[in-house]
């Protein structure tokens, strides 16, 4: 799908919008880790970009759309795609409050508590992954990984939100 080894098919640069606000310090380091982890290993290619990349990518909400802005090494614009955020409405709320309850046991439960938390969290993140990827398809070539760290940003915006 994308030449991972020329460096020209990826994501150089990952910026979320900051007027939403800030959230809490778990999300905040959820935000912080999915952004480093998003920078160092990623497939990412608009389809149709004649001239390839790497790109940078801001990503924010407008009118209760998700908005990925993308653009080139130095700046120049290579495409916006507006998103809604529709589909994503049941599996985010169901993150979160999963996520809540995965926060809470980390302090007060066992072991095995919280694995069987993290499993249920796990699966709605691989949930709302594919669903980016599905709704991504046709305008952004990316490989699962890189839908995951993503949608782990979408969440962190949708928090603020």
């Known amino acids: 799908m994308t ?10 640069d990952v ?11 778990d999300v905040e380091h959820e935000r912080a880790v999915a952004i480093f982890d998003l ?3 990623n497939s990412f290619r608009p ?12 990503i924010s909400l407008a009118d209760s759309r998700l908005v990925f802005e993308i653009s080139r090494e130095d700046g120049e614009a290579v495409v916006t795609h507006i998103l809604s955020l529709t589909p994503f409405r049941r599996i985010v709320k169901d993150y979160f409050l999963i996520c809540e309850s995965y926060y809470q046991a980390i302090r007060t439960s066992t072991p095995s508590q919280i694995e069987a938390i993290d499993m249920g969290r796990r699966g709605l993140h691989d949930e709302g992954s594919q669903t980016l990827m599905d709704r991504l398809r ?12 993503l949608f ?10």
Do not use: M, N, Q
């Open 39 to 41: 920078v160092e290993e």
């Open 138 to 149: 046709g305008k952004i070539d990316l490989d699962f990984d890189t839908a995951r760290r």
């Open 152 to 161: 782990t940003l979408v969440c962190v915006l949708h928090w603020r939100g």
């Open 3 to 12: 030449d991972r080894k020329s460096g020209t098919a990826r994501l150089i």
């Open 47 to 58: 389809v149709g970009d004649e001239k390839d990349g790497p790109y940078k990518l801001k």
């Open 15 to 25: 910026e979320l919008d900051e007027s939403v606000g800030r959230a809490t310090p």
